[in-house]
């Protein structure tokens, strides 16, 4: 069996797209994404992942142009607004959201977590990001962001040190003995007098202990910091890389970090993105991805300026890509480079379709359901997460077509047997 998740993107969903609704009025209040959360609970998916990022981009022709014309990752709402009301509206479903590491103080994050996973029983997690744009550090008060592995080592110490706050309440440190009348034993509840290179808190965390222990952590790094990083904290990583074989090799790879940080490749479930493409027939499925993948150069270089921070509209599209060096996504950006050879020309590269997941599968829900059994199979786990397209429509689509294909070929659970997102996301 393997898990399931869906990546998503607190913004404007599906702006101008078909069976949108009224998104331009709706998106801002919470009806949509507690439906989702409620429709993945009743499929029995394990998380939904609130992606985050705090600026508007404007690599692409040195503006915001297109970006706020397409909704494309801008506006936004702080998720932390919307996590409570996913956690409040389910009972079983896990939500991870996430925090930028550089610019969110590590006593705010662990308060906050903490609170999340005392609130739901123990199903909130945090997805550790770096924030990969420049505008992200200027907004925080910064000229320029710190350098991209720079910015790991400050990651690696951030959550150490939140994880030491989120231990500085022992489990049994409350009483709450109405006798005594004593409510916790301080003498159960510690100093964490933490010094490092980047970050200092005395402590201790304010909450209790959160429920279930550490709330879930979740990285996206690409990156060999980043893959490290995740290697030594990660509970669930989340990754877009193209196809099997690079699944394969990401698998692989985390598994050797894993056992070199004295972990088990089954402490951390990769959970890679996918798009599926759903149809009534293999015929319309098909015609449908070939709708959505139908990209404009404009679009492609949209993406490329916002991961890299570079303005791709400054290439002649005709010629061969100057090498491309980058301190945001690195490896994003090269992932949507890859492929490309010397020659390879901005035009060509801008003309591929769109890939928007690692497994890239149209069709009936059945034959879908089959093709992510044996791509998982074939990489060893432990999963998928849903991105792209938001619509009530595609919600029904996967939680109530695809998701009981794959039950049907025993590929995804029947019931929760957990009550924790850890419990469930290590229940296989
Ligand atoms: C599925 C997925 C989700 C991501 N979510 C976020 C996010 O919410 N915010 C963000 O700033 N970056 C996000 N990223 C980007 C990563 O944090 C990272 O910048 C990117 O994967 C490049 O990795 P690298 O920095 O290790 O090269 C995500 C990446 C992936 C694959």
């Known amino acids: 069996m393997f898990h399931m998740g869906w990546f998503l993107n607190y913004s404007v969903p599906s702006w101008a797209k078909d069976w949108s609704g009224e998104a331009a009025r709706d998106w ?5 994404y ?28 040195g503006t915001s142009r297109y970006y706020l014309e397409k909704a494309n990752h801008a506006p936004k709402l702080d998720p932390a607004t919307l996590v409570p009301l996913l956690l409040d509206a389910t009972r079983h479903l896990g939500v991870i959201m996430t925090l930028a590491t550089p610019y969110y103080p590590p006593f705010a994050a662990a308060r ?14 945090v997805n550790l990001v770096t924030a990969h744009n420049v505008r992200t550090a200027q907004n925080f008060g910064r000229d320029e962001h710190y350098e991209h592995d ?38 159960k509840v510690h100093l964490v007098n933490f010094e490092g290179r980047f970050y200092k808190s005395r402590g201790p965390l304010n909450t209790i202990a959160p429920t279930g222990g550490h709330p879930i952590v979740c990285q996206a790094g690409g990156s060999p910091a980043g893959r490290s990083l995740a290697a030594k904290y990660a509970d669930t990583v989340v990754a877009s890389v193209p196809g099997i074989e690079a699944m ?16 088990k490749p089954s402490d951390v479930k990769i959970l890679f993105t996918i798009s599926p493409v759903l149809g009534e027939t293999h015929e319309e499925a098909v015609a449908k991805k070939a709708r959505i993948d139908a990209t404009t150069i404009e679009d492609s270089l949209s993406r490329l300026s916002w ?51 690692s497994l890239e599968v149209s069709g009936t829900p059945d034959e879908v359901a089959a093709v992510m059994g044996e791509a998982m199979d074939e ?6 997460l849903i991105a792209g397209q938001l619509t009530r429509r595609y919600i029904t689509e996967v939680t109530d077509g695809l998701a009981p294909a794959l039950r049907r070929r025993g590929l995804i659970r029947s019931e929760y047997s957990g009550t924790t997102l850890r419990e469930n996301l290590q229940a296989f």
Not at 153 to 181: F, N, P, Q, T
Request: net charge negative; charged share 30%; glycine share 8%.
């Open 28 to 32: 801002v209040k919470p009806d949509l």
């Open 34 to 61: 507690i439906e989702l959360a409620k429709a993945m609970e009743r499929a029995r998916f394990d998380y939904m992942m609130l992606e985050d990022g705090a600026f508007i981009p404007d690599a692409f022709e």
């Open 112 to 125: 906050l977590m903490s609170s999340l996973a005392l609130q739901s029983d123990g199903r909130a997690g």
């Open 150 to 187: 720079f910015r790991y080592e400050m990651a690696d110490e951030w959550i150490d040190l939140v994880g030491r706050l989120w231990d500085s309440w022992e489990d049994d440190a409350v009483v709450g003995d109405h006798e005594s009348g004593v409510f916790a034993d301080h003498t």
């Open 248 to 263: 394969k090799e990401y698998r692989a790879d985390m598994d050797e970090r894993l056992i070199a940080a004295g972990r």
């Open 307 to 357: 991961s890299s921070g570079i303005d791709f509209s400054q290439f002649d599209l005709d010629s061969p890509l100057p090498e491309i060096k980058t301190n945001a996504a690195s490896s994003s950006t090269l992932g949507m480079l890859q492929g490309s050879n010397p020659e390879t020309t901005l035009r060509e590269i801008a003309s591929r379709p769109v890939r928007l997941g």
């Open 379 to 384: 990489v060893g786990g432990d999963g998928f």
